[in-house]
């Protein structure tokens, strides 16, 4: 299946629309006229630089306000029309997109449609070009892709086809199950995008808000199985009007646009066994059991503040690497990884971010399996030399250039850590405290990662680990900084072993947007661990010498009002510096560390009775408290 993308859709001249288009690797375009309008060459030299670019011109669009009108400007449309075959012709298209008329003069009269777009037809049929018919969600009298199909129908010319857009079929909550019925030879061309479920008038919500299939709430999947049974087999374009995207990387957004397409049409694949459809063969999604690791970069110095705060945390120092200046700390099934090599991939990221996550593993139930995917969608594989008894772990780059590890069960990737890491000689004198050292603390796991981005690519993330992670993402929750709004996605898998928060900063002045410019764009702003009782971790902390992240007590009295909490419980989690909210299922303890350089820190969590979210109502009161800490070090006043 051909994969194919409006010009519309990535931002840039129509020359850097082109290039990114095709080092994205989409097979071709569909002619946006405003681009070419804008565009300073003749209709030829357009149609060259296309296919110089290895690309194919599929699609000329849109034609408007053409059917159903009366005389003369029914006449006049023609004319109009014949004016716009002359530059098919040039660009070197032989399919043009004639959308639903929206003029107040349309007289509507399915009949009278018909006969227009078979007089099209003809006209269209004598210079070797065809018309493609497209219902807009808000046409006057045509506005669903049934009425759209019954006009191509009756117009009854060979030359005369249907163009689906998903966007107008699903913003109005069409049932795309009706496409089954439509023959997939009538089908010319067809539209995808997506789109977040919000409340607006459908032509602002389509001009301003599409997105690519999967970044939206749009059953886009299910309107893509429809259109597969039709036997529809020309190509699938992404056309996709979205502000945000206007201002974006042309490079990064087609990207996005050509992983969502393969991505969705491998999803349809298999949801469809019995339809043969054309896609390039990759690895199901894959299964996360859980975070594996998560690697820290430092030099020797910060190495030994983030191993003092490790240790007030209950980590113990478990292991050497055999070759290298890396550490390993463990508690319960957590592990975290100090890396302080002066060269390779560790070093880089230190230079550039600083002390920071440099990679995450990801225990996988096919290490192998999920590479291969994550690469048939794009995703750069990462690899670098291996060292003498070193196992070699599959690795991709992650959005923001740090590193994601898989492992698995099978093989020597099971046993990792026993085979790279040399166990430390006083590990196990450090579990007891009457040494001195710190006591465990009864942390699990990692509850969740939570990442920080520029707000703008955050769907670029979103997409990237929904594609190739056996994930869903919930609802987005707005995240009230003092100086301004970060918005907060959490995506999972079902059994909760693979959590991230992505929190999108609009700007630089809240926490998440400091955090990102001041380690220049690392990632992983904070590790939530879980523990099953979170005041004997409290407890076990405090002999520790941890630090906790002081509330203001005003939250106290107001989860009081909130929850009626009983006033012993109410007592303890004060005393504890412990955040509280409730869901529907259960309840959520949240116990954060002071922030540590730009605004990285540690987070301790208990979910009880499973509880769902990640007490996003807590969160203005956490960064609040945050920024009181950060501000004598330099963090900008709100
Ligand atoms: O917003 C529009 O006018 C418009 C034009 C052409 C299309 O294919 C479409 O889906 C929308
Ligand atoms: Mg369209």
């Not at 069960?409 to 007891?432: K, N, S």
Request: hydrophobic residues 45%; glycine residues 10%; charged residues 25%.
């Amino acid at each position: 299946m051909k994969t194919a993308i409006a010009t519309v859709s990535i931002s840039g001249d129509l020359r850097e629309k082109l290039a990114a288009i095709a080092a994205a690797g989409f097979d071709g375009v569909e002619i946006f006229e405003a681009d070419f309008l804008a565009y300073d060459r003749p209709p030829r030299q357009v149609g060259a630089m296309v296919r110089d670019h290895g690309l194919e011109v599929m699609l000329f669009q849109p034609f408007r306000d053409f059917e159903g009108l009366p005389e003369p400007q029914r006449a006049r449309a023609f004319d109009r029309a014949e004016r716009k075959f002359d530059l098919m012709q040039e660009l070197g298209t032989d399919l043009v997109l004639v959308c639903s008329n929206v003029s107040p003069l349309a007289l509507g009269g399915i009949d009278r449609a018909a006969e227009d777009l078979r007089a099209l037809g003809e006209r269209a049929a004598r210079r070797g070009l065809r018309i493609g018919y497209e219902a807009l969600a808000w046409g006057r009298h045509v506005s669903d892709h049934r009425d759209a199909w019954e006009i191509v129908r009756r117009a009854g010319h060979p030359n005369v086809g249907l163009i689906l857009d998903s966007f107008h079929t699903l913003a109005r909550r069409l049932d795309p199950q009706s496409i089954r019925a439509i023959p997939g030879e009538r089908i010319f061309f067809v539209q995808l995008a997506d789109a977040p479920m919000i409340e607006m008038d459908l032509l602002y919500w389509s001009r301003h808000f599409r997105t690519m299939p999967g970044e939206g709430d749009l059953p886009v999947t299910d309107f893509m199985r429809a259109v597969a049974a039709t036997g529809y087999a020309g190509p699938l374009s992404l056309e996709i009007f979205n502000d945000q995207f206007r201002g974006g990387s042309p490079r990064s957004i087609a990207l996005d646009g050509h992983r969502s397409l393969l991505n969705l049409m491998d999803v349809v694949r298999r949801q469809e066994p019995d339809i043969r459809i054309e896609v390039p063969a990759m690895p199901a999604r894959a299964r996360a059991l859980g975070v594996e690791f998560v690697e820290f970069t430092a030099d020797e110095d910060e190495a030994e503040t983030l191993g003092a705060l490790l240790s007030t945390l209950g980590f113990r120092k478990a292991g050497r690497h055999i070759a290298k200046d890396v550490t390993l700390w463990r508690q319960g099934g957590i592990n975290i990884v100090v890396n302080t090599e002066r060269e390779g991939f560790a070093h880089s990221a230190y230079v550039l971010h600083g002390t920071s996550v440099c990679d995450i593993g990801i225990r996988v139930e096919d290490a192998r399996a999920t590479v291969a995917r994550a690469t048939a969608l794009d995703a750069q594989p990462f690899g670098q030399p291996i060292g003498p008894g070193e196992l070699e772990i599959p690795a991709i780059r992650g959005v923001g250039g740090g590193l994601i590890h898989v492992v698995d069960d099978a093989g020597d990737l099971a046993r990792v850590w026993e085979i790279e890491f040399e166990p430390l000689a006083d590990a196990l004198a450090d579990t007891g405290t009457e040494t001195g050292a710190a006591a465990e603390a009864g942390l699990e796991r990692i509850d969740h990662l939570a990442q920080t981005m520029n707000y703008e690519e955050m769907l670029t993330w979103l997409l990237f680990y929904t594609a190739i992670f056996e994930t869903r993402k919930l609802p987005m929750v707005d995240v009230i900084d003092p100086a301004g709004v970060v918005r907060s996605q959490a995506i999972e898998n079902a059994e909760g072993t693979l959590r991230l928060t992505l929190n999108g900063a609009e700007n630089r002045r809240t926490l998440a947007g400091h955090f990102i410019a001041e380690s220049f764009g690392s990632a992983v702003q904070h590790v939530a661990f879980s523990c099953r009782d979170i005041f004997a971790a409290a407890a076990a902390l405090a002999t520790n010498g941890f630090d906790p992240l002081p509330i203001s007590p005003n939250y106290y009295d107001d989860l009081d009002a909130r929850f009626a909490l009983d006033g012993d419980l109410l007592q303890r989690l004060r005393a504890a510096c412990i955040l509280y909210d409730r869901d529907e299922h259960g309840e959520y303890f949240q116990l954060y560390s002071r922030p540590y350089g730009e605004g990285f820190f540690f987070e301790i969590v208990e979910r009880r009775g499973g509880y769902r979210g990640y007490g996003a109502a807590n969160a203005p009161f956490r960064i609040a408290a945050q920024k009181r800490i950060m501000r004598p070090s330099g963090m900008p006043r709100a």
